[in-house]
């Protein structure tokens, strides 16, 4: 049966159409629609004698919903939130006061919490006063929401209300995932621990460059901030990227030249020492793991860097390493047509629409036609995590065949074809 999840601000419209959607499909005899007839509806109704609350009814229950109506209080509560109705928030909650405990999105695993700390999540102040006047406990999720979401009042006004505590060890990780440079600051001020007193690293380097954000400026950013409190990096010149140290980078060019030709392991770029884990768990387009920086550039956003690496003569045809099964040798130009931060710009629908590292690229010479095998797994958060590989491919056929879709760059390929690239 399928998984449904609210998103993070649902439309009412869009359900009532998904649920007369529904019924069409359980009257025309879709199986799909059958079988979820039968999972949700107490009652053994045939589907042609279905009506829309019996869809109403399956619909709300396939989101864990435990009605429509419920459904309903749902996308009313959180409509009311973003548009900072206190008075509207106040009679949801009052009327039905299990709403204030219960997950604002429904299912039990959204992290945006009941409705304090989804009202932090947007900075809503007297939304979330209010709700702890009547009884919402959940300050210290709101708190951790607030920071992440980088809602710097609304996290201090929250830090009073929980008497100004030190906010606990692992507070980090969430304005780390989000590349949230305003809350790791605050908490850093608030007292927060980059190592335990036994010097065990806390500060979560890890999330900070596996995350699947994109905003360099940020994570630099993150990680001089942990750096100041007590952190020390590796001296790579991986790590240098990751902290946009184009002198580091200066440096580690001085004392080898040989770097600009070098690959990277994925334990290079990902060090163990910093907590990154298997290769599954860094959120890429094009495998990272035995490429050059300027592969690392691409899909890290790092123009700047990518520009100096040219600037210093570095190949922009630089191939991957070949591994087992002879995948690999892929070009950075490959990388620019999936990625990380192609992503962003299809999940988003925000343009600009552009490809500036593949007008980058190409206008230094890469080749529209290099060819190269491939395989990828994509992080589970993406639900198919199985192995797909490809063949033979340019970096115009990656793009045409890559199984998901939303991490290929069109413009990106349509400067390839304009630049004589084939399939």
């Given at each position: 049966?399928?998984v449904r999840w609210?998103?993070?601000?649902?439309?009412?419209?869009?359900?009532k159409?998904?649920?007369?959607d529904?019924?069409?499909a359980?009257?025309a005899g879709d199986p799909?629609a059958i079988?979820?007839?039968?999972e949700?509806h107490?009652?053994p109704i045939e589907p042609?004698?279905?009506?829309l609350a019996d869809?109403q009814l399956?619909l709300?229950r396939s989101?864990?919903a435990s009605s429509w109506?419920?459904?309903?209080?749902?996308?009313?509560?959180v409509?009311a939130?973003?548009?900072?109705?206190?008075e509207?928030?106040?009679?949801?909650?009052?009327?039905?006061?299990?709403?204030?405990h219960e997950p604002?999105?429904?299912r039990?695993?959204?992290?945006w919490g009941?409705?304090m700390?989804?009202?932090?999540?947007?900075?809503r102040?007297?939304?979330?006063q209010?709700?702890?006047?009547i009884?919402?406990i959940?300050?210290?999720?709101?708190m951790?929401?607030?920071?992440l979401?980088g809602?710097?009042?609304?996290?201090?006004m929250?830090?009073?209300?929980l008497?100004?505590?030190?906010p606990?060890?692992?507070?980090?990780?969430?304005p780390a995932?989000?590349l949230?440079a305003e809350g790791?600051?605050?908490?850093?001020?608030?007292?927060?621990?980059v190592?335990d007193?036994?010097?065990?690293l806390?500060a979560p380097?890890?999330v900070?460059?596996?995350?699947?954000?994109?905003?360099?400026s940020a994570?630099?950013?993150?990680?001089?901030?942990?750096?100041?409190?007590?952190?020390?990096?590796?001296?790579?010149p991986p790590?240098?990227?990751?902290?946009g140290?184009?002198d580091?980078l200066?440096?580690h060019l001085r004392r080898?030249?040989?770097?600009?030709?070098r690959?990277?392991?994925?334990?290079?770029?990902?060090?163990?020492e910093?907590?990154?884990?298997?290769e599954?768990?860094?959120?890429?387009g094009?495998?990272?793991?035995g490429?050059?920086?300027?592969?690392?550039c691409?899909?890290?956003?790092?123009?700047?860097i990518?520009?100096?690496?040219l600037?210093?003569g570095?190949d922009?045809n630089a191939?991957?390493a070949?591994?087992?099964?002879?995948?690999?040798?892929?070009?950075a130009l490959?990388a620019t047509?999936v990625?990380q931060p192609?992503?962003?710009m299809?999940?988003?629908k925000?343009?600009p629409f552009?490809?500036?590292l593949?007008?980058l690229?190409?206008?230094?010479?890469?080749d529209?036609?290099?060819?190269?095998?491939?395989?990828?797994r994509l992080?589970?958060g993406?639900g198919?995590d199985?192995r797909h590989?490809?063949?033979n491919?340019?970096a115009?056929?990656?793009?045409?065949?890559?199984?998901?879709p939303?991490?290929?760059?069109?413009?990106?390929?349509?400067?390839?074809?304009?630049?004589?690239?084939?399939e």
């Amino acid at each position: 049966m399928p998984v449904r999840w609210l998103p993070v601000y649902p439309n009412l419209d869009q359900l009532k159409h998904q649920a007369k959607d529904l019924l069409r499909a359980m009257h025309a005899g879709d199986p799909a629609a059958i079988a979820e007839l039968r999972e949700h509806h107490p009652d053994p109704i045939e589907p042609p004698a279905a009506k829309l609350a019996d869809a109403q009814l399956v619909l709300a229950r396939s989101y864990e919903a435990s009605s429509w109506t419920r459904l309903v209080q749902a996308v009313e509560l959180v409509d009311a939130i973003w548009r900072d109705d206190l008075e509207m928030v106040r009679g949801l909650v009052t009327t039905n006061p299990k709403l204030l405990h219960e997950p604002t999105l429904i299912r039990k695993n959204s992290n945006w919490g009941p409705p304090m700390t989804y009202a932090a999540n947007v900075g809503r102040d007297r939304i979330i006063q209010m709700l702890h006047g009547i009884g919402a406990i959940d300050l210290e999720s709101a708190m951790g929401r607030a920071a992440l979401q980088g809602k710097i009042g609304t996290a201090k006004m929250l830090h009073a209300m929980l008497g100004k505590p030190v906010p606990p060890d692992g507070a980090l990780g969430g304005p780390a995932y989000t590349l949230s440079a305003e809350g790791t600051a605050l908490l850093l001020d608030l007292g927060v621990r980059v190592r335990d007193a036994a010097g065990k690293l806390l500060a979560p380097v890890d999330v900070v460059i596996q995350t699947d954000g994109r905003n360099p400026s940020a994570k630099h950013a993150i990680l001089e901030m942990y750096e100041r409190h007590g952190v020390e990096f590796p001296d790579t010149p991986p790590m240098a990227l990751h902290r946009g140290r184009i002198d580091l980078l200066e440096e580690h060019l001085r004392r080898d030249p040989g770097i600009l030709g070098r690959t990277f392991s994925h334990r290079d770029i990902y060090p163990a020492e910093m907590g990154c884990g298997d290769e599954i768990d860094a959120t890429v387009g094009t495998p990272l793991g035995g490429t050059t920086l300027l592969h690392m550039c691409v899909d890290y956003d790092e123009m700047e860097i990518a520009r100096w690496l040219l600037d210093k003569g570095m190949d922009v045809n630089a191939r991957a390493a070949v591994g087992d099964g002879g995948f690999g040798g892929y070009t950075a130009l490959f990388a620019t047509v999936v990625s990380q931060p192609n992503f962003w710009m299809n999940h988003n629908k925000r343009g600009p629409f552009v490809a500036p590292l593949t007008r980058l690229l190409l206008e230094h010479g890469a080749d529209p036609n290099a060819r190269a095998s491939l395989w990828k797994r994509l992080h589970p958060g993406h639900g198919d995590d199985a192995r797909h590989e490809y063949r033979n491919v340019t970096a115009l056929s990656w793009g045409r065949r890559f199984h998901a879709p939303i991490f290929v760059s069109e413009p990106a390929m349509r400067l390839i074809e304009e630049a004589g690239g084939v399939e």
